[in-house]
């Protein structure tokens, strides 16, 4: 029974190892300007921020709700996105 449930467990970490990936590559794609910098940079944030908790929630094992580390590593993955917003929004008033 426990080895049945370690290769369940191994093959969802692989699969969101491959999604990281794959969210990766998709912003290395993004960033050839194949868009506008605003549109850009909500993707790339949308990015972040599912990475952010595809990390936290299946590598750094902080899904329990009281967890303190928890609640900053999400409030974190909330910050940085706005800031690429922020950062892609004043870009394109720039540009």
Not at 66 to 83: D, T
């Amino acid at each position: 029974m426990k080895i049945m449930q370690a290769d369940g467990q191994e093959r969802q970490v692989t699969l969101v190892w491959l999604g990281l990936v794959a969210l990766t590559l998709g912003s290395a794609w993004l960033g050839e300007g194949l868009a506008s910098i605003g549109i850009t940079a909500a993707l790339v944030a949308l990015i972040v921020a599912i990475k952010g908790l595809l990390v936290i929630r299946y590598y750094m094992g902080l899904t329990g709700r009281g967890s303190r580390l928890g609640q900053v590593m999400r409030l974190y993955f909330v910050v940085v996105p706005l800031l690429i917003l922020l950062a892609g929004g004043a870009g394109a008033v720039l540009s």
